[in-house]
């Protein structure tokens, strides 16, 4: 018999590849990855594990993706609720980034976002947000694998002065940790409308020559359009096409307001959407053609955009959310079923950030990120269809385990890395500062 490092029952697994479940069966890690996916009786007589977890009423699922989101703005969470977008930023958030933001603000926002994440069986997220190397040192801290971008703006910030800072100091912190096994990169560029072409093409060349995703929002608002065709001759997304900027490493947020040309496109040239769909109805940005973008064969992520307009980073409630909107939005009650929205929240994410050889799935071979739901409260019950129940029925709530690379960093429901109190106590005291 072979010793392992970590054994986990379950009375199913959801390995997302292939589709569908596995009642009665055992996940067989060692050295942070997974070894094998076999019935118990299999594991029984092949295995003897260092150490044995026996969940009989939970469903393993792969590490939950959040493909976008600005984890240190948890920090804002509630803080001007109800308004729209432009006015949102322009006259609650930018003003209290320029006073308040810098290393400690990031570092203590994304500390707090990554213990909500990972509690709710979020294991990787994709951040784009100001001084990276404070959130490289908070996910590192919390245990949460992490794809930050090296954000990039046309104005100063307390962070940057112009386009070339913002890129130096971002690649500078790449360097630094570029042999963090839980941490990547992506050049990340605010959006088109806040980022001119000078610097895109700077994007551009970074892209190629380092090959790093390119993380932007795109097409959020019908406003964002209507301006770009004005000022540029067409739609945001042929601009940045025409830039270079779109292939298998764009990855495009929100998209909310594309047309059949920007979709076929993206199709064409191997991008992503990253859906976000809470946010965009916070925030009255419309419904993003999630459908369309599939039947098109584009891969189609999960995000929560930053809990200051969502005010949420739960991807479990963006999966029910996704399939719900795009079954009222096409009419369709077919659309988007409860496995491809599980999918997109999955394997999707993984796709997005270029990290599918590594995470998104119970497969041998890749990275022992796994998360346990709880299936068998009573609220629950019955249950016969497990991934229907995780999808339109279970919630955060019922995440009680989650291991990272193998490493359990949520262990019936108590992080494992960090004090809880002294967390609670600091984002006490961002409050009493920035209210």
Request: glycine letters at 10%; aromatic letters at 6%.
């Amino acid at each position: 018999m072979q010793t392992i490092d970590l054994r986990i029952d379950a009375g199913w697994i959801v390995p997302v590849e292939p589709h569908g479940t596995l009642p009665g069966h055992a996940i067989i890690v060692d050295g942070g990855r997974i070894l094998a996916v076999v019935p118990t009786r299999a594991a029984d007589l092949a295995y003897v594990a260092r150490t044995r977890v026996a969940l009989p009423g939970h469903a393993l699922v792969p590490g939950l993706v959040n493909a976008h989101t600005h984890a240190a703005m948890t920090l804002f969470r509630g803080i001007a609720d109800d308004i729209p977008l432009q006015a949102w930023l322009d006259d609650h958030i930018w003003p209290r980034e320029a006073q308040f933001m810098g290393p400690e603000f990031v570092y203590d926002g994304t500390r707090l976002a990554a213990a909500e994440m990972l509690k709710g069986g979020v294991t990787c997220f994709n951040d784009m947000y100001f001084y990276p190397d404070a959130a490289a040192r908070a996910s590192l801290e919390v245990g949460i694998r992490a794809m930050l971008g090296i954000v990039l703006l046309d104005f100063p910030t307390p962070y940057a002065s112009d386009a070339d800072a913002y890129l130096q100091s971002g690649l500078a912190v790449r360097d630094a940790h570029k042999h963090a096994p839980t941490l990547c990169f992506a050049l990340a560029p605010h959006a088109p409308y806040t980022v001119g072409n000078a610097a895109w093409e700077k994007v551009v060349m970074y892209a190629r020559q380092l090959d790093l995703p390119i993380h932007t929002h795109l097409a959020e608002t019908a406003f964002e359009v209507a301006q770009s065709r004005e000022q540029h001759g067409g739609t945001p997304l042929a601009r940045l096409h025409a830039l270079g900027a779109t292939g298998p490493g764009f990855i495009g947020v929100h998209a909310v307001h594309l047309d059949a040309a920007d979709m076929d496109l993206l199709a064409r040239h191997g991008g992503h959407v990253v859906h976000c769909p809470i946010s965009n109805m916070k925030l009255g940005s419309g419904i993003a053609p999630v459908a369309a973008l599939q039947a098109r064969g584009v891969n189609v992520a999960l995000g929560t955009d930053g809990a200051a307009s969502n005010n949420r980073l739960d991807i479990l409630g963006e999966m029910r959310m996704a399939s719900l909107l795009a079954k009222v939005g096409s009419g369709d009650p077919a659309v988007l079923p409860a496995q491809q929205a599980l999918e997109m929240a999955t394997l999707g994410g993984a796709r997005a950030l270029g990290l599918e050889r590594i995470v998104g799935s119970l497969v041998p071979g890749k990275a022992a990120d796994i998360v346990a739901v709880d299936l068998s409260a009573g609220e629950l019950l019955p249950c016969y269809d497990p991934v229907s129940h995780l999808v339109h029925v279970a919630g955060r709530e019922h995440v009680t385990d989650v291991w990272v690379g193998g490493e359990r960093v949520v262990a019936d429901r108590v992080l494992t890395r960090i004090d809880a109190a002294a967390l609670t106590a600091r984002a006490h005291s961002w409050q009493e500062r920035l209210k």
